[in-house]
């Protein structure tokens, strides 16, 4: 089970390095090679130095795969479908195809190898396991397969990885450089390009090789392919440095010698390449660098070196480049390729080497003035896209029309078309889709809590009706201001009590004047004690005729507990004829001689003062001795009431 995770995580990796290390046209490739296979129920595995480019983070120059089958069936399908064949080895069932995009593709079946005499090798059909075995390298002896059902499943029969950790070039057989002696300039060749070392036995046999003189069994094709594969090198005066080193240019070609290449022109073809690549103008110099790298030769020697090529179509690229590089040129300094966008259009659909080659000789003014805009224009234009605007537009990936819309916005910026942010809003609004409608919400709206009044609020509100009560008593006349806001007052309303609720106070006796009666002075009325009522009274003072009655003052009585009121409210004598009548006997009142002035009933107010409790019951029947009366605004003041004689 683990190793079935294990194997699950590797595919995953290696299908992401497919996507992601992979130029579009290799990928392109790629997939027109699966295609055709699955065609002819045929299997197919990327293999060689692609997977070892793969898996050690090298660059891909070009791609190594292998069928399981017949690989001649597929060439005919694959020329259809826009691969050029540019060599074949039938012997070795191989076919080296181009396709768009300048990509080199090795296509070979899978055979197993035997080796009779040295550089004779013979081949029989096999699997992918055997054609694995054969080869030169563990490095180069991986394979990840394209199949359906296993894409991105690395075989790695002798262990390749841990030599490309260790970055190290091990022989896949003890007998390799005496099998094949083309082995040895490839093992120089690599360490050249790659910087690695050879393992331990395995340098011990290269230098065993090269005493005895392996090299001289080096056949033909093995030699030709191996001068070919110099030039197609990133840096190929480096490689035929190191080959020099180790003598085996002399096996290969005598007349080839670095010292006779032009190094200064190929560091400035180098220069152009990795501009052009930064604009992922991908291409491979190897045409190109041709004529600089033989530059010292004479022609005769050029064209014998041409002819020991195995792959013709290389042959014919390097004999037309001069031809189709000027036709390019014409093509980019037409007028209707004059804006920066269509050169960008053209530049993008045309071969990468041709390009190259324009770029590198061209002498003309108008093409290299196209491409200087090409490689600084389009980046600036790149980085102007206002990414931030196309999301609050709504533009996102999820729309299909995304990648177009992209491409024709670089496009009007290139142009310089659209310079502000409300050319490039007025620009995108046809593309950007209507806002979603708001999300509808089924939850049920939950219920408001009331809100409970803050402390000062309440005590604000008890204030209030206190005012409020005093406003009315003073306009009844029953209290002065003060009475119930003051600091005398009595015990506020709290607001979890409300008033209604608060003990009630004993009920202020009121003493009502007979009709017609004369005016009387001031009538002074006690409220009963806690114990037993006091009958209040009153004096009556013969004020002129036919005027209004004074005020009546009376005295709040102090709060008192729940039952003394209900006593108070059960024995208090109401405040009529009798007591009235007690107090005219047995305490006569001085007149005044004075005149009351007359007082408007509305405008009077009623004084109302805080009643002493008294100290000992009194009877019903005995009249309480009178206080001081308050004096009428108008009038003198109230004389005193005598004590009662009677006991």
Known sequence: MGRDLETERLMADYIYLLETRLSPAQQRAIGTIRTVAREFDTTVFLTGGAVRDLTGGG??????????????RLKNPLTSAGAEVVGENPTASQLFLVFPGGVRVELSSAVSVTWPKPGKPQYEPGNITDDLRRRDFTANAMAISLNEGSYGLLMDPLNGVADIENRELRLVSNYGFIEDPSRLIRMTRLIARLGWQMEEKTRQRYETAKEEGYISALGDWSRGYELEEIFHEEDPVRVLRALEAEGWVTALYPALSSAKANTAALSDLHER???????????????????LVTAKMSATEVAQLKAMFVRPGFVREIDTLDAR????????????????????????????????ATAYGSKSAPVQARLKTFLTESPNARQRIPYSLLTEMRITQDLPIYAELLDKLFFELMDGKLSTPEEMKAFLEPYSPPAPPPPVNLRRAR???EARPSRAKAKKAAVTVAAEEENAGLESGLTEVGDLTGPDRGPEPTPRTPISKVAPEPTPVKVVAPKKAAPVAPVVVKAASAAEPKPVAAKKVAPPAKAAPAPVVVKKAAPVKAAPAKAVAKKAVPPAKAPAKAVAKKAPVKVATKKAAPVKAAAKKVVAKKAVPAKKAVPAKKAAPAKKAVPAKAGKKAVPAKKSGRR
Not at 340 to 355: F, T
């Open 325 to 356: 590089t000027k036709d390019f040129a014409t093509q980019l300094s037409a007028k209707d390729v004059a804006a920066p966008s269509a050169a960008w259009r053209m530049l993008h659909a045309s071969e990468p080497n041709l390009i190259l």
């Open 59 to 72: 660059s891909i120059r070009d791609l190594d795969l292998t069928v399981q089958g017949d690989v001649s």
């Open 447 to 449: 219920a408001k809590k």
């Open 273 to 291: 390449q990795g501009q052009l690549q930064m604009q992922s103008i991908l291409s491979q110099p190897a045409a190109v660098a041709f004529p």
